[in-house]
């Protein structure tokens, strides 16, 4: 009751407070696939808030949505899956409770993804013509929406037109109506496989025929991306369809991921094999792929709606699930655009460089661990994670990943 209570005070606080993007952004995105090739990026959206008048009138709440880029990945032709392709490529994933028989769609092109590769002013014809490529892309190809989403279709509108109308800076085309909060993580080509497989394995069922149903709660946007990430080995797993009661009081929220998501790539530094040990997903981050949760390369990413704008409203909003006055989540979001190494490449670098010599500098001798619980009773499993961060640290602290 008190979490409920808090989540009804931050709705009434946050709706008051525009969300800023007057703040730093990550290093420019072709330098950045240049540095790591394969990335995934997890994007806190604002509201949306379409101005009346001109097509559907989508007003949403300050919770607002989240989506996933996967640079690295392809999609196939036809009904949303994924592929493993160049670093050169890319897909923009997003959930939406639209959707009958997919969990998730896929928009190729990271411009066309998050901008609708509209360079300026969002006009009427520039809106149409966003919603046209995203047609003749394909975006919603063998994919079926529930029934009450046209329910309020005027007279005149087809179908497929609709679709898309319902789900332009959603799905596709972010920026002409939403800000976005961005957290991007370099991965391997194995993490990448490790993803894909795991994103369609998620659309499955519902490709097979079982209806899918979103659920705040239960089943959302983030737990979507989350467990994305986790299939990685960057985190545990966020459990979906737990019983309501108790996942009312448990749920990810869109900023709130992207804070999460920064200092587990940042500030959770394991300091030595003994952390790494302890910590299930990092060591078997560590032991398949060779690096830490926490590794070079982890930037974050501030921008606003497209202006000036004859289609939505920019002064948009997007709440902490937090306790409004001692919570920790504004301060630590405020400190991620204030602090370089969250923001800049180089800074990043040179801090996990600095973390990791230091690492090695304190590293105790293998035979000092293994005369302790629980790494005495596995002294081999241990040894290799030894060997391993051992490895890691001096990848690190050459500081490139």
């Given at each position: 009751m ?10 009434w ?57 996967l ?9 949303p899956?994924?592929?493993v ?10 959930m ?9 769609v ?23 013509a ?17 029934d ?59 490709r ?8 705040v ?75 830490l949760?926490?590794w ?27 306790e ?30 600095a973390r ?5 500098r ?26 391993r ?13």
């Amino acid at each position: 009751m008190r979490r409920l209570a808090t989540l009804l005070l931050a709705l009434w606080v946050g709706g008051c407070a525009v969300a800023r993007f007057d703040v730093p952004g990550a290093a420019d995105e072709a330098a950045y696939r240049g540095e790591h090739g394969y990335y995934a990026e997890y994007c806190a959206l604002t509201q949306i808030l379409k101005k009346p008048g001109f097509g559907a009138d989508i007003r949403g709440q300050v919770g607002g949505h989240a989506v996933f880029y996967l640079n690295g990945a392809c999609r196939e032709p036809g009904y949303p899956v994924l592929r493993v392709c160049s670093p050169e490529d890319g897909v923009g994933l997003s959930m939406n409770a639209h959707f009958r028989n997919a969990k998730w769609v896929a928009t190729p092109g990271r411009d066309f993804f998050f901008a609708g590769e509209v360079r300026r002013a969002v006009t009427h014809e520039a809106y149409r013509a966003v919603q046209r490529e995203a047609q003749a892309r394909g975006i919603y190809d063998g994919v079926v929406f529930h029934d009450e989403v046209f329910d309020a279709m005027p007279a005149g509108w087809a179908v497929r037109d609709w679709m898309y109308e319902m789900s332009v800076a959603t799905d596709y085309g972010i920026a002409l109506g939403r800000g976005r909060y961005c957290a991007r993580v370099p991965v391997t080509p194995g993490q990448m496989a490790q993803m894909v497989a795991f994103l369609n394995e998620q659309n499955a069922p519902y490709r097979a025929g079982a209806p899918f149903r979103w659920s705040v709660f239960q089943d959302n946007c983030i737990h979507l991306a989350h467990n994305a990430l986790a299939a990685a080995g960057l985190w545990a797993p966020w459990r979906t369809h737990r019983p309501l009661p108790i996942a009312v009081l448990d749920f990810p929220v869109p900023k709130n991921e992207f804070v999460n998501l920064m200092r587990r790539t940042n500030d959770e530094w394991l300091a030595d094999p003994g952390a790494v040990y302890a910590d299930v997903p990092a060591r078997r981050m560590l032991l398949e792929h060779g690096r830490l949760p926490a590794w070079p390369g982890a930037l974050a990413e501030a921008q606003g709606a497209l202006t000036p704008n004859d289609v939505y409203d920019t002064g948009l909003s997007l709440i902490f699930y937090d306790e409004p006055l001692l919570g920790r989540y504004q301060p630590r979001f405020d400190r991620i655009f204030e602090e370089a190494r969250y923001l800049e490449s180089g800074a990043n670098r040179a801090w996990f460089a600095a973390r990791a010599a230091q690492a090695q500098r304190a590293m105790r001798p293998l035979d000092w661990w293994l005369a302790r619980e629980p790494y005495r009773s596995d002294p081999a499993g241990f040894s290799l994670v030894y060997e391993r961060y051992r490895a890691a640290l001096a990848a690190a602290s050459g500081a490139r990943p």
